[in-house]
């Protein structure tokens, strides 16, 4: 297989409008699993259907190697580019059995007979669907049709599978099973996957490269674990995890991971300090006998734990974990273990 390119990708719907998308550039490398998160609107959809042939660029191309799939003169036939994609919707077709509806794909390209029995088998097999062969999609659940819309990506065998918020219409057992099977379709399959989610626990947790958008443009590329921990700039830092940005007097910190020793040294600076913005995450913030002084302002009981939110002496909120309950209006003193300048 070959590694997929953007090359300063744009597209504009209208003539002198906005653009949905605007200049992404990015290297999807084979066999990886590429999550494009981003709030709606943010062009995501809209670059995976460039991808998938169903839109033309307005600037800039697309390349699966060394071979041009489109730009902004010419674009190669969706059918023509040994790529498959599962939609939101599942686009099963009713009247079929699973069997034929994961088998449709080998019809339109002339595969007939024992090899297309066998093949089909074989992409049952991998979803675990293989009992189901001779049921209509309206007899099966979301999650075994969602799985259906996998096979079918399976059986023809693609260089690159594109998922369009597949998992966005089950509830949350399902997609916790539904991420795994995804995960085990990916190891098997070995194909390129590219993946579009709002939902950043989604993209966490299925993803080895995150590319980050918002308001048709790329903000950040990195694995999952460097974009929790380093997140650059204000709009991914709120996107990716549960931390509170705050503005302390830290731009001429050294370092940009600070630790609590820092962090005191920056909040005794005198207020004409240069402010920062700084995340801060909730599993970093401790209450503890002597640190800063915080006022709760909500608290949300979730089985193991309190989720806490409080007020500083400045009014900017933060977010904690605490094992011990505590009331709305409580004073509390804080330490924070570790915080990163955006």
Known sequence: MAKLILNRLSKAFETGGRAAVNDVSLEVRDGGFLALLGPSGCGKTTVLRMIAGFEQPTDGSILLGDRVLADAGEMVAPEHRNMAM????????????????????????????????????????????????DRRPADLSGGQRQRVALARCLVTEPDVVLLDEPLANLDRHLRQEMEETFREFHQRSGATMIYVTHDQAEAMALATDVAVMSEGRLLQVASPQEIYARPEGRLVGGLVGQGAIVAWP?????????????????????????????????????????????????????GERYALKLALGDEQALRAFSRQPVKVGDMVSIVIRSAWRL
């Open 86 to 133: 599962v939609f939101q919707s599942y686009a099963l077709w009713p009247h079929m059995s699973v069997a034929d509806n994961v088998g449709y794909p080998l019809k339109v390209r002339g595969v007939t007979g024992e090899r297309r029995n066998a093949k089909i088998r074989e992409a049952l097999a991998a979803v675990r669907l293989e009992a189901y062969a």
């Open 250 to 302: 830290a731009a001429s910190a050294q370092t940009r991971q600070l630790d609590w020793d820092v962090l005191q040294q920056l909040l005794s600076r005198s207020h004409g300090a240069d402010y920062a913005d700084i995340l801060i995450r909730p599993q970093d913030v401790e209450i503890a006998g002597e640190g800063v002084p915080a006022r709760v302002t909500s608290v949300l009981f979730e």
